[in-house]
């Protein structure tokens, strides 16, 4: 995909009624995000409701990784994991090696036993503990939306992965151009520090009808 300019894809949603679709995607502050979060867990309603509304980011970055991937025993950070549901389809292809951090101790809290070896938690808005050419692969799935982590985390995860190490996430299509993707992307393409490998609308929340930005780069 050399040469594409991301910022010039000719994407028509109409953010105002996706950032309506799901109470959360109005929340402006990290404070008023966290509580939600507190709320949302109890008697795992956000689990619940995942399932409900039929959200299909994990199983996708998981095929895609895969896809991509080249060992099972890769060092692979999962970037805002949440209760785990990466981790999980992860698992399922045989990845064992999963790091696990999100800002929310009660999404935390209800991740399962058995999926990663460890647990942080961690802002993704601020730089990361970690240092450069930590990890084989990174994902961010579902985290990249409304109110969560803006579009400069990307640089730190560059910065975290090891040469030619794979970068998977996905961007709620509502964001792209408003917190400004589309401009990182070409920046990070422009200044070759990574090649995208594969760059697609996929679905996302299928219930709510919110697509999402599907995209794997690898570090050069």
């Given at each position: 995909m050399g040469g594409h300019k991301f910022s010039r894809i000719n994407d028509k949603v109409n953010t105002k009624d996706i950032d309506n679709k799901i109470p959360i995607y109005q929340l402006k502050s990290k404070e008023k995000v966290l509580d939600y979060y507190d709320n949302w867990t109890k008697k795992e309603q956000y689990n619940k409701d995942m399932v409900i509304w039929n959200y299909e980011a994990p199983q996708n970055t998981a095929s895609l990784l895969n896809k991509h991937a080249i060992d099972k025993k890769i060092n692979i950070l999962d970037a805002g994991c949440g209760t785990g549901l990466v981790g999980k389809e992860l698992k399922k292809y045989g990845y064992s090696n999963l790091t696990g951090v999100d800002f929310s101790q009660s999404m935390l809290d209800l991740i399962p036993t058995g999926i990663y070896h460890t647990i942080d938690l961690i802002d993704l808005n601020e730089p990361l503990k970690y240092g450069d050419n930590t990890f084989d692969a990174i994902m961010c799935v579902g985290t990249f939306t409304?109110?969560?982590?803006?579009?400069?985390?990307?640089?730190?995860?560059?910065?975290?992965?090891?040469?030619?190490?794979?970068?998977?996430?996905?961007?709620?299509?509502?964001?792209?151009?408003?917190?400004?993707?589309?401009?990182?992307?070409?920046?990070?393409?422009?200044?070759?520090?990574?090649?995208?490998?594969?760059?697609?609308?996929?679905?996302?929340?299928?219930?709510?009808?919110?697509?999402?930005?599907?995209?794997i780069a690898r570090k050069i």
């Open positions: 409304y109110g969560h982590v803006k579009a400069h985390a990307l640089n730190e995860f560059i910065r975290i992965v090891n040469y030619r190490g794979l970068i998977c996430f996905t961007i709620n299509e509502g964001i792209y151009k408003e917190y400004e993707f589309d401009k990182k992307i070409d920046e990070l393409t422009t200044n070759n520090q990574w090649e995208i490998i594969e760059f697609s609308k996929s679905t996302y929340i299928v219930n709510k009808n919110i697509e999402a930005w599907l995209c």
